[in-house]
């Protein structure tokens, strides 16, 4: 009987937990066998090249989170990418001895605290703790006392991720880019996946019969969770929806040119794909009207040079802005 599903915040955070736990690293086969999240899927001397690349997405994810991840490479095994070892510096991670909180910006972080509400330890984290030190690895216990508080994510999400652990139907409302009504969609829901930073949820459609993956922030109103059952389908549909979405991020290409100096080199010349000059270059996109909007939120740092349909997307929403102010100055 396969296991249940891990959330993927719970993976993240066991995968954090290890790598902060360990003073000399894990090797990725110590991390897939015996992380929270990984371990229920490895396959011991079996094929886990979708964990794998679960795994170095993952570590790109929490990266963006800021969190200093290591990649250690040993003079003896130079060149040899199965023995890399990664950690996560206690002392970068930690909050400098100088940043403190007031009660009142407490308050505010802990109205934001959503997740974590148990003990510091869980039991996993316990039966990860047995098994790393059951490699030999040393574990610095006193670093298992850490627990998240925080998260932003879209509403759609919980009960989303409820159902696909159930295997049970959902229907929602979806709005589509460029339209004015959102239409109601009856889904299999199989898999939530980060994606370029975003939640999708990868499902099967039942109103179109196909395969189909929806953006949660295009989710309008309440999931309604049915009562209706379904069977998944073989095969790992959140490495699928994936390998789907990475194949439109790189058929998805912007040249652009930004202002020495501004917010918009520092941002968007990290991402890029391709370095045309030192202030052109060309970045990958999944979808045109997210990627519009990020654009067009740079005003005059960016200037949009093909497509001309992504360019004439930008544009329009700078009108649209000037439009929402003209008379509004005093």
Do not use: C
Request: aromatic share 6%; charged share 30%.
């Amino acid at each position: 009987m396969p296991s249940e599903a891990v959330p993927v915040e719970e993976r993240l955070f066991s995968l954090v937990l290890a790598l902060v736990a360990t003073e000399h690293g894990l090797t990725k086969a110590e991390i897939l066998s015996s992380v929270q999240g990984y371990r229920q899927r490895y396959k011991p001397g079996g094929d886990n090249a979708s964990l794998e690349r679960q795994f170095e997405r993952d570590k790109d994810d929490i990266r963006e989170l800021g969190v200093p991840l290591e990649t250690i490479e040993l003079a003896s095994d130079a060149g040899n990418n199965q023995n890399l070892r990664y950690r996560i510096p206690k002392g970068a991670y930690d909050l400098p001895a100088d940043v403190t909180f007031t009660p009142q910006e407490t308050t505010l972080l802990n109205l934001a605290a959503e997740v974590w509400r148990e003990g510091s330890l869980s039991s996993e984290s316990h039966r990860a703790l047995l098994k790393l030190r059951s490699l030999g690895v040393d574990a610095i216990e006193p670093t298992i006392g850490y627990a998240p508080r925080i998260r932003v994510r879209e509403p759609a999400f919980e009960p989303l991720r409820a159902a696909i652990d159930k295997h049970v139907v959902v229907r929602f409302s979806y709005l589509k880019p460029g339209e004015d009504t959102a239409t109601e969609r009856t889904v299999e829901p199989l898999a939530l996946i980060k994606h370029e930073g975003r939640w999708h949820l990868a499902s099967f459609d039942r109103g179109r019969q196909e395969r189909r993956t929806f953006l949660l922030s295009r989710i309008v109103g309440a999931v309604t969770t049915t009562r209706t059952a379904f069977t998944p389908p073989e095969g790992d549909a959140a490495a699928a929806a994936l390998a789907d979405l990475d194949r439109i991020l790189a058929n998805g290409r912007v040249r652009i040119r930004v202002v020495p100096g501004s917010d918009a080199e520092t941002r968007l010349q990290r991402r890029a794909a391709e370095t045309l000059a030192d202030d052109e270059f060309v970045l990958n996109y999944s979808d045109s009207n997210l990627m519009a909007d990020e654009l067009a939120s740079y005003g005059p740092e960016v200037v949009v040079l093909e497509p001309a349909h992504l360019r004439d997307r930008v544009v329009q929403r700078l009108r649209r802005v000037v439009a929402d102010h003209e008379g509004t100055a005093r």
